[in-house]
């Protein structure tokens, strides 16, 4: 970590609080799911065709308890890697820009085959480009052990709070829309949109920093995935702002995912916290600046009176919404595992298919170091 960081007493995790979640932005489609699906459908006898990958099945097991997460120290994979990323692009690489600010596809890397040195300068490749979408991988196919291992290189497994896992796999958070759930219809009779910006589990004290999400099965059309670069964010306010932003802090909280799960009578893992980080925080690798709030977890700026810290947050989570110049777009092909930079982007998925085809995709995220922040500059 640079010397010259600014982390005050007051940066550290707080007691969980018990209220409702009157100020949470939960309106993500997937926090309305229940707890549970079709079997039938998922085991091809409604018309549907059988899961394709069957291991891959979201449990929920309420047996499963861990402790609170621990500090740990962090070690930056990208960090003084060769930006030539020799051991990452053969010369028979395929690379295409999506935009000139974030995005890229590549094919002719199988990420499960990189060495030590290759996996280093993809994660120094993805906190530069922030989400990479690599085609044609074997990652689904892999025995869920070497895909756990492959990406545990990265850091300590993250094991959610809340979502369904394979059974045996707590560390694989399973985004599954199951065969003939149309439930999104209902959701959006109340929502005009299902778009809910958010980079994810920011509420632990050591948030995840690279990403891994791999498809397994996706509808003929839709349910594409957009990200949002936070660094480029940052960059596009004012001086003055900037400079205002730097030294505020704002609480992030799994409070009220946790309460939305346990009314569902879904799974906890792991009692919620909430932990406090700072609003620009410093990436290790880059030195980059980036905004680190969203609407799914962050709940109050440290220090303002509520109407304060509510124009302000509102201000931050519009101007990175509706920044379409900084923005891109994944679509999901058979075979594709995503990374990306969970410090320095947000992103959404699109609930925009309604015949009931089945959306299965698995994520492994590594937990990164405690978020900091380094001083102003112009």
Do not use: C
């Amino acid at each position: 970590m640079p010397p010259a960081v600014m982390e005050p007493p007051s940066a550290m995790e707080l007691p969980v609080a018990k209220q409702g979640p009157d100020q949470a932005a939960i309106g993500n489609y997937k926090e309305h799911l229940p707890i549970t699906y079709d079997k039938d459908a998922e085991e091809g006898r409604k018309g549907y065709a059988a899961a394709k990958y069957p291991n891959y099945l979201p449990t929920w097991d309420h047996s499963q308890k861990y402790p609170p997460l621990q500090p740990f120290p962090h070690i930056e994979r990208g960090k003084d890697v060769d930006t030539s990323y020799p051991d990452l692009f053969p010369t028979s690489a395929q690379v295409t820009h999506l935009t000139p600010s974030i995005g890229t596809e590549v094919e002719g890397v199988q990420v499960s085959k990189l060495s030590s040195a290759g996996k280093d300068q993809l994660a120094r490749y993805v906190a530069e480009r922030k989400v990479v979408a690599f085609r044609k991988q074997d990652f689904a196919s892999l025995p869920i052990p070497e895909a756990l291992d492959f990406v545990r290189y990265f850091g300590p497994l993250h094991i959610h709070p809340t979502s369904g896992s394979p059974a045996g796999h707590p560390e694989i958070h399973l985004v599954h829309r199951a065969a003939g759930d149309t439930s999104a219809s209902k959701f959006l009779e109340t929502r005009t949109s299902s778009v809910a910006w958010h980079s994810d589990v920011t509420y632990e004290r050591q948030p995840p920093g690279i990403a891994f999400l791999y498809i397994l099965e996706k509808p003929e059309t839709g349910g594409d995935t957009l990200f949002a670069n936070t660094a480029e964010a940052y960059k596009r306010l004012s001086p003055l702002l900037q400079e205002r932003l730097h030294g505020l802090q704002a609480v992030h909280s799994g409070v009220e995912q946790a309460n939305a799960s346990v009314s569902r009578g879904g799974v906890l893992r792991r009692e919620p916290v909430q932990s406090v980080h700072p609003i620009v925080r410093t990436h290790p690798a880059t030195g980059e600046k980036a905004l680190f709030i969203n609407p799914q977890s962050t709940r109050e700026i440290v220090g303002m009176k509520k109407e304060e810290s509510d124009m302000l947050l509102s201000f931050l989570f519009n101007h990175i919404a509706l920044g379409a110049d900084f923005h891109s777009r994944v679509k999901w092909e058979e075979d594709t595992v995503v990374s990306w930079d969970n410090r320095v982007t947000q992103h959404t998925a699109l609930i925009d298919w309604t015949d009931g085809q089945r959306r299965h995709i698995a994520r492994i995220m590594p937990l990164a170091e405690k978020p900091y922040e380094t001083p102003f500059s112009m």
